[in-house]
């Protein structure tokens, strides 16, 4: 299976849920890699993060939305997003890990409406959020989502 692992930069759990996943035997996107993100050592720019387009200034954008508005059409940021739409696009399962941010719930969101298999593993919280509940599964339990997908390959 191909799976799509939604979360943040900040998201503790992320990492080894991304080891998790991989060591099941299944392709698994990490946004945070170098390359394509899928685990094959491809070289390339890797994961996008705003201070590259904004240097450590990105972090006042709430007080200058203009300049983050212009950093959406930086070449690096449409790189960023394709690579990442490129892999969600891809992909057979999407896992939300909270907690995490707008971009998260954006790429769960698209994967729901794509008629993807999506899980949600909530082993942290930043904020209670309904609408989680679009997910086959919501739970704090790894192993459980593991025996979804389990199922999903063998059914």
Same mark, same amino acid.
């Given at each position: ?9 900040? +998201? ?26 899928? /685990? ?7 994961? =996008?993060?705003?201070?590259?387009? /904004?240097?450590?200034?990105?972090? +006042? ?19 960023? =997003? ?13 896992? #939300?890990?909270?907690?995490? /941010? ?10 729901? /409406? ?19 509940? #679009? ?12 025996? =979804?997908? =389990? ?5």
């Amino acid at each position: 299976m191909k799976i799509y692992v939604a979360s943040s930069w900040r +998201n503790k759990f992320q990492h080894d849920v991304v080891k998790t996943l991989r060591g099941d035997g299944h392709e698994v996107y990490d946004f945070r890699e170098d390359g394509d993100g899928w /685990g094959r050592g491809d070289h390339g720019p890797g994961g =996008f993060g705003w201070h590259e387009v /904004g240097g450590p200034d990105w972090k +006042n954008w709430v007080n200058n939305i203009p300049s983050y508005l212009l950093a959406l059409d930086h070449p690096r940021a449409e790189e960023g =997003f394709r690579r990442d739409m490129d892999a969600l696009e891809q992909s057979d399962i999407c896992i #939300m890990v909270h907690p995490c /941010g707008v971009s998260a719930a954006m790429e769960t969101g698209w994967a729901c /409406g794509a008629g993807k298999e999506v899980y949600v593993y909530v082993p942290g919280l930043r904020e209670p959020d309904l609408m989680v509940k #679009m997910a086959a599964l919501v739970t704090d339990d790894l192993d459980l989502i593991r025996s =979804f997908i =389990f199922a999903k390959e063998n059914p």
